[in-house]
């Protein structure tokens, strides 16, 4: 599914990533933890194509394709999805507008016919109502005065929606309490699937207990310096991350 | 806009029939002769079969005009126009038409396609000689008769001269009269023609009326003047105007709107603009110096002016509220979009005069490319106006570094109950709004197209729906090129 080769990525001059190698098979959920500035959030942009981040060095295949070849909206109709870390405000623009635009919009990419609204609205009721999301909140604008949870429970939707082939979640526990965190959880847990694959970057071990990851590899200025099972998690979260820092 | 699809449905089946009537009249090339002179007014005004006083009229407005001065405050920068360079009559020409769709610019065809026109629908729209005759005498009076039922009086300006000299002389000057301005003084002395509402006491018209009713009448925009009359209790929305863009080929408009509102009367007039605004050098485009006011002059009437301007190489325009009646209400809705080279300094006034008046002013510009965008707003309290509410909010969304956005807001307040409040924001599309958008699988323009319609939100909804519609498409179009 993605195969990270040496990836060099710098950021106005300065090198955040310093040769990454990752791969991650179709049905995998990767987990990537590492204090803060390690470089998670770069790997999140870069893997989406976002202005700003230059790759110096290295590939990254896609399903087989040269992703950093693509544009950001290319990636995204090809199956690419990044839930933020800080989901962006739309103003005027509704929930269910932007939704309806996305969808569309990757479906006439692939060449598919465009949902019509009937369909469309039975689509976003039925995605909507395990993450406990209202009508009245389809009704407001994107992110617009959302709380921390209704942020990411959207965010979460919109991945349900879209079914990307490779979910990247940046942070989506932080700003969380444990109730939202079990909604977020569920809701991942939900589109896991054989054909999808997933990288869960956090900061913290407490998202791993809800959403269980098949690896976990440590990242520290820019570089995988550990990688293992389930398990690694559980030893971070006692240990910390100062053996990695020095 | 149901009218327009009947029209339109109208006009598909005319052009279905073989056309039964043929040709009536030849009309001739006429035009007046070259430049502004006393002889070039009678000359108008001889060709409309005016009477005398109408024509006098005109000379008084054109002799006042021989003594004004260009208006220079606005922020908007052209050549000096030579007025005595300019032909102010030309009666319909059917030479000028063209034989087929093939003629017409390939950049304006595909503008209608993207707005979704019916092919009947472009022809008319770009001069195209309609095969099976357009009968607009038929069409238009399909809805005289639905509009006389109920006592409404819809009908081209020149024929209300005519036919209902009592209303035009009471109304015709009364809200902005012959000396009011540079542009609205050369309209009054040399208006080609335009439309006339009267709608009677008590009467809330049937249907939403529409410029496109007299798509026929070509070549009456550069200097038009309306009038609405809304009579005691009395509702009418009207709109100007379409969403497509038309040929035109006359550079200069001054046009002049006079709305009158009388006790509990409401008046919805809502304007579509997109005129050629000139290449993406900036290179020609259309001068569009129009003065619109509204005359509250009844207690409790009502005013409300909604604008969507995405054309024009240069706007001058203010459409605004004299709230004369006490209780009476103004409102103001704008989206202003410039691209590339364009210049607009648009805006309102709410002259409150009676007690307990209230308006409201909602303004969004868009700039982007090298465009310039400035919005001008003056918000009056005189001495005996007492309990006046204002509310005015005005938006300013900027794309690309290269153009920009300005507020000019006046504010006189002279009677101490006034509340007015006034917010004022200008924000640029972030990287961050477009990254977010485009991750979802939206293209950059789409992205764009995306935002802008959300920054526009609270005025396109007070659009009449389908209008809504086709204006957040032109949003789209208007903007295209100008990221990246």
Request: aromatic content about 8%; hydrophobic content about 40%; glycine content about 8%.
């Amino acid at each position: 599914m993605l195969e990270i080769k040496n990836l060099h990525v710098a950021v106005d001059g300065k090198e955040i990533l310093k040769g990454i190698d990752l791969h991650v098979g179709a049905g995998e959920v990767h987990a990537i933890m590492g204090p803060n500035g390690s470089g998670k959030s770069t790997l999140s942009y870069v893997l989406a194509g976002r202005d700003g981040y230059q790759v110096t060095e290295g590939s990254v295949t896609y399903k087989g394709r040269d992703l950093l070849a693509m544009s950001v909206d290319e990636r995204a109709s090809a199956g690419v999805f990044l839930a933020f870390q800080y989901p962006i405000e739309i103003p005027g623009v509704t929930t269910m507008t932007f939704l309806k635009t996305a969808l569309n919009a990757q479906r006439k990419a692939r060449g598919e016919a465009e949902l019509d609204a009937p369909r469309f609205l039975k689509l976003v009721r039925e995605k909507s109502k395990p993450l406990n999301i209202s009508d009245e909140m389809l009704k407001r604008a994107l992110n617009v005065g959302f709380s921390g949870g209704e942020k990411k429970r959207a965010e979460i939707l919109q991945m349900a929606l879209l079914e990307p082939f490779l979910a990247v979640l940046d942070e989506t526990d932080s700003g969380l309490d444990i109730d939202a965190l079990k909604v977020v959880a569920e809701g991942v847990n939900a589109l896991r699937s054989p054909e999808r694959a997933m990288i869960v970057i956090t900061h913290y071990q407490r998202l791993l207990d809800y959403i269980v990851p098949d690896v976990v590899h440590v990242l520290s200025k820019g570089r995988i310096v550990r990688t293992g099972g389930k398990e690694l998690a559980g030893e971070l979260e006692k240990t910390g991350y100062a053996e990695f820092a020095a | 806009m149901t009218a327009v699809r009947e029209t339109v449905d109208t006009v598909d089946q005319l052009a279905g029939e073989k056309y039964k009537y043929g040709f009536t009249t030849d009309i001739e090339s006429e035009r007046a002769p070259i430049g502004l002179s006393e002889d070039t007014i009678r000359f108008i005004s001889a060709k409309k079969n005016e009477p005398q006083w109408m024509l006098d009229w005109r000379l008084q407005a054109y002799r006042r005009w021989l003594q004004m001065e260009e208006p220079k405050w606005a922020k908007v920068s052209y050549p000096p126009i030579d007025f005595q360079n300019a032909y102010y009559y030309s009666a319909p020409k059917q030479n000028a038409k063209l034989a087929s769709l093939d003629e017409v610019d390939p950049k304006l065809l595909e503008t209608y396609k993207k707005l979704g026109i019916p092919l009947v629908e472009q022809q008319l729209l770009a001069g195209v000689a309609v095969d099976a005759v357009f009968d607009s005498v038929s069409v238009v009076t399909t809805f005289k008769t639905k509009l006389a039922e109920v006592g409404v009086i819809f009908c081209p300006f020149s024929e209300a001269v005519r036919e209902h000299p009592e209303l035009v002389k009471k109304y015709l000057g009364s809200v902005v009269p012959e000396s009011d301005n540079y542009y609205a003084t050369l309209n009054s002395a040399v208006f080609s023609d335009g439309s006339f509402v009267y709608i009677p006491p008590g009467v809330r018209c049937p249907m939403e009326l529409s410029t496109y009713f007299r798509i026929n009448e070509k070549q009456t925009g550069q200097f038009e003047r309306t009038l609405i009359v809304a009579d005691k209790g009395s509702y009418v929305s009207y709109l100007e105007g379409c969403t497509a863009p038309q040929r035109d080929e006359n550079q200069l408009h001054a046009a002049v709107v006079e709305l009158v509102a009388l006790d509990d009367a409401e008046i919805k007039y809502s304007t579509v603009q997109n005129w050629f605004p000139g290449d993406e050098d900036g290179k020609g485009g259309i001068y569009n110096f129009v003065t619109k006011r509204g005359d509250c002059r009844g207690p409790r009437s009502k005013i409300s002016w909604t604008q969507v301007e995405t054309g024009s190489a240069v706007t001058w325009k203010y459409p605004s509220c004299i709230l004369r009646g006490d209780g009476s209400r103004g409102e103001f809705y704008s989206i202003a979009i410039s691209n590339h080279f364009q210049q607009v300094d648009s805006g309102t006034k709410m002259i409150h005069l009676g007690r307990d008046t209230s308006s409201r002013i909602v303004s969004k510009g868009i700039a982007a490319g090298r465009s310039s965008n400035t919005y001008r707003g003056l918000v009056s309290v005189h001495k005996k106006a007492e309990n006046v509410r204002n509310f005015t909010q005005c938006d300013s969304l900027l794309i690309g570094p290269r153009c920009s956005a300005h507020t000019v807001p006046y504010i006189e307040a002279k009677n101490p109950t006034a509340i007015l409040e006034h917010e004022a924001t200008t924000s640029k599309i972030s990287e961050e709004q477009l990254f977010y958008c485009m991750q979802r699988g939206l293209p950059a323009e789409e992205a764009v197209a995306l935002i802008v319609n959300g920054f526009c939100r609270d005025v396109l909804q007070q659009l009449p729906m389908e209008f809504a519609v086709e204006a957040q498409k032109l949003v789209s179009i208007s903007l295209e090129g100008s990221v990246g």
